[in-house]
């Protein structure tokens, strides 16, 4: 009879149990099982190779038959109860684990039980645990991650802080503490100190593909795009399904480095790899960069896509990517499903401020002497948003107000300049953190702050959800709710403002009695007169244009202008093609479908502000978008002493054109259908004295209310006093109605 080396069998078990070769190993331990029924060790290393292969359900049956053998083995019962949790049941595992513990007190078993109990979301209970063990005499990088990653669950970041520490120094290489705790520092704006933190990861992980991902979103932050690009890509040719990577790279090649056909490109690539909730994301990203471009050869499609994410999107509580309501603005979304998007949107700033930010609290007592308002914007430069804005403070009443503007960009342009100048005080806080901005804005006891943009790329909307001012107000740059419990007021106008609108408002309302885009007069230009033919322009044709960013364009507006060009022979339409010749080609070849001859599309591209104002003589007829009016580029043409054609719509972006018209005494280029829309360009077509008419009425600037700058603010000024006074009484804030019949009252 040969004797059986037991030994030597289980020790070849092993090696090809650590070389991987699970069914081979299987049968060595099978067999020595048959020898030797009551083999232990072989039991659970069999076990363990269901375990390691991913099959649950076979390594539970086998830890089973081990502790029928040793009922209190403890690897046994740690692996059993990791089992209950790789299949889903915490509960099983928890009940295992407790009762074992009421029989041994084994303190293993007990540091095992917390992992369990935070694995299954339990974290106060597994704090509790791990809060009963000694740090200083415990010695698990496993716990220390589990005790940091349920503090980090319930917002006790500077404990998760530590105790990820404590697992790194146990484990340098502790892979989902480098992450995680890279992740806490990304989060608090702690960049330097999350950046080698991601890059040890990649270092001792070069197949971490979230690791890439994670630093290139940390470079993108640094506007270090081509470093971030190149991670993305890394991550991507990593794991070629990893939607997350690919949805950053899409956002960011689209959104920031504004190369929208390479952004298509590779969503369609991504499209094809991705599944899954990055799916939706992609698709999404899709939509709005065809929107970009006016590339409508899915339009149908996408607005079907559209409207139903848009009216699930607020009901998932963890979506994988985000929704800025900024981007709607382009689309013909219902008011109240926006206005969920944008409240959904303002929650996130919300609970991501509270959770880094525990304990901030600012006093918000009111100024005894002048009232201070401080304007809050990315704008104050070469920006339509500064244009506006250039000759607006310097009317403010010196004795009543004290002016400081808080500029988020540093340059040294001429807009900038004039701004610096008109100001009693400007603040470069483009260098600051969130943190700092709130801390001097509240130290400096400004009464009023007032953002002049919303939800755009530019803008840092952290630091009015601190609340460093007692009242906090939207205007000119955003025409729709912020759905934001930190901006008390926004404003609008009593042409624009009806009950209906009112309703779709987080926000109290201010109502002024002139344009709530409150604007100033046009840069002169020194630029030499041009001539028709210098902008590639007929001088024979009657001239139709529109000046409107090329993302503001839709099939409905561009229908209508079709109409209007098959109903005037003599004429062209000249369009503004935002810089980019792909997107000049997708509208051309619209137009050519419709049996629109090339010859009849002009294109106008990007030129000096100069030279841009003094081209718009050459236009006879304006024609605005519908869905997404003209604001800034309307007041240039209305300034500039041309005639706009506009759609009044049913929400702020769609009639704010209609304002602006109103507000100029030129109610007749308001429509209020599309076919009268059609009917009034073709009757001006027809008829040039109206156009010479209403032209005459725009060089009359001292008598249009549009123009009228001092007056504006005078009712803003209004505004702000009527606002502090309800908030002195009350310390409330409620809808203000802003009337004035002096039109220079000082409102003192």
């Known amino acids: 009879m040969v004797r059986v080396n037991l030994n030597t069998y289980f020790k070849t078990a092993q090696s090809l149990h650590q070389s991987g070769k699970f069914e081979e190993a299987r049968k060595l331990y099978l067999e020595i099982l048959k020898l030797s029924p009551k083999h232990i060790e072989s039991r659970f290393?069999?076990?363990?190779?269901?375990?390691?292969?991913?099959?649950?359900?076979?390594?539970?049956?086998?830890?089973?038959e081990g502790l029928k053998l040793k009922p209190e083995g403890l690897n046994l019962l740690i692996q059993l109860a990791a089992s209950y949790v790789k299949i889903n049941k915490p509960q099983d595992a928890i009940m295992l684990l407790?009762?074992?513990?009421?029989?041994?007190?084994?303190?293993?078993?007990?540091l095992n039980l917390a992992i369990v109990q935070s694995q299954s979301g339990r974290f106060e209970e597994a704090i509790a645990l791990f809060e009963s063990f000694a740090q200083n005499n415990l010695e698990n990088d496993k716990a220390f991650f589990y005790w940091a990653r349920s503090y980090q669950q319930l917002n006790r970041i500077n404990e998760s802080v530590e105790a990820y520490g404590k697992c790194l120094s146990l484990n340098p290489k502790h892979r989902g503490a480098l992450n995680n705790l890279a992740?806490?520092?990304?989060?608090?704006g702690e960049f330097q100190k999350a950046i080698p933190l991601y890059k040890d990861l990649i270092l001792q992980y070069p197949n971490e593909a979230m690791g890439y991902n994670n630093l290139a979103g940390l470079y993108e932050k640094q506007n270090e795009t081509d470093k971030s690009i190149q991670l993305y890509q890394?991550?991507?040719?990593?794991?070629?399904?990893?939607?997350?990577?690919?949805?950053?790279?899409?956002?960011?090649?689209?959104m920031r480095v504004l190369d929208k056909e390479k952004a298509l490109e590779l969503c369609k690539k991504a499209l094809k790899k991705v599944t899954g909730p990055f799916e939706t994301g992609l698709r999404y990203l899709q939509i709005l960069t065809r929107q970009h471009v006016n590339d409508w050869s899915e339009y149908e499609e996408d607005q079907k896509f559209l409207k139903a994410l848009v009216g699930d999107y607020p009901k998932d509580p963890n979506p994988v990517f985000e929704i800025v309501p900024y981007d709607l603005r382009l689309f013909r979304i219902d008011d109240s499903d926006y206005r969920k998007i944008a409240e959904n949107h303002a929650q996130r700033i919300s609970q991501r401020i509270k959770s880094r930010f525990t304990t901030l609290s600012y006093n918000h007592s009111l100024s005894e002497g002048k009232v201070k308002v401080g304007y809050y914007s990315p704008n104050f430069r070469h920006h339509p948003g500064g244009y506006l804005v250039r000759k607006f403070f310097e009317y403010h009443d010196s004795l009543a107000f004290e002016i400081h503007a808080f500029s988020l960009v540093n340059t040294d342009d001429s807009i900038q300049s004039e701004i610096r100048e008109s100001v009693d005080y400007f603040h470069d806080v483009s260098s600051l953190t969130s943190l700092e901005i709130a801390n001097l804005i509240n130290r400096l006891g400004i009464d009023i702050l007032v953002s002049l943009t919303g939800y755009n790329t530019d803008m840092n909307m952290d630091v009015l959800a601190l609340k460093p001012a007692p009242i906090q107000m939207l205007m000119i740059g955003s025409h729709q709710t912020s759905g934001a419990p930190f901006i008390d007021y926004v404003f609008s106008d009593a042409f624009v403002?009806?009950?209906?609108?009112?309703?779709?408002?987080?926000?109290?309302?201010?109502?002024?009695?002139?344009?709530?885009?409150v604007n100033s007069e046009l840069i002169e230009s020194d630029s030499k007169t041009s001539t028709k033919s210098y902008h590639n322009l007929p001088d024979d044709k009657f001239v139709f244009a529109s000046f409107n960013h090329p993302k503001k364009n839709d099939p409905e507006t561009f229908n209508c202008w079709i109409e209007i060009l098959k109903n005037t022979s003599d004429s062209v339409l000249w369009l503004y093609n935002g810089g980019s010749d792909f997107t000049q080609e997708n509208i051309l070849s619209y137009f050519v479908e419709k049996s629109i001859q090339k010859d009849r599309i002009i294109f106008a591209k990007p030129i000096k502000t100069e030279q841009h104002l003094e081209r718009i003589q050459h236009a006879d007829l304006f024609l605005d978008t519908f869905n997404y009016n003209a604001h800034f580029t309307a007041i240039e043409i209305l300034r500039s002493g041309k005639p706009i054609l506009t759609l009044q719509g049913d929400n702020h972006n769609r009639r704010l054109c209609s304002s602006l018209l109103h507000y100029s005494g030129l109610d007749e280029l308001i429509t209020e259908s599309k076919k009268a829309y059609v009917d009034r360009a073709i009757r001006f077509y027809e008829n040039g004295s109206e156009l010479r008419e209403i032209e005459k009425k725009l060089t009359q600037k001292d008598k249009i209310p549009l123009f009228d700058t001092e007056m504006q603010v005078k009712f803003l000024e209004k505004a702000f006093q009527l606002a502090l006074l309800n908030f002195k009484k009350t310390g409330q804030y409620e809808d203000l109605i802003v009337k004035s019949a002096l039109k220079f009252d000082a409102f003192h």
């Not at 009950?499 to 885009?517: A, D, G, M, W």
């Open 45 to 64: 290393m069999l076990a363990q190779t269901f375990y390691d292969s991913g099959k649950y359900d076979e390594a539970i049956k086998h830890y089973k």
């Open 98 to 110: 407790e009762k074992s513990i009421e029989k041994t007190g084994n303190p293993q078993l007990k």
């Open 183 to 188: 992740n806490i520092y990304q989060k608090k």
């Open 234 to 254: 890394k991550a991507i040719s990593i794991n070629p399904t990893l939607g997350i990577a690919w949805y950053n790279l899409i956002h960011l090649v689209s």
């Open 497 to 517: 403002m009806d009950n209906k609108l009112r309703t779709h408002f987080s926000e109290y309302v201010i109502t002024l009695p002139v344009s709530l885009l």
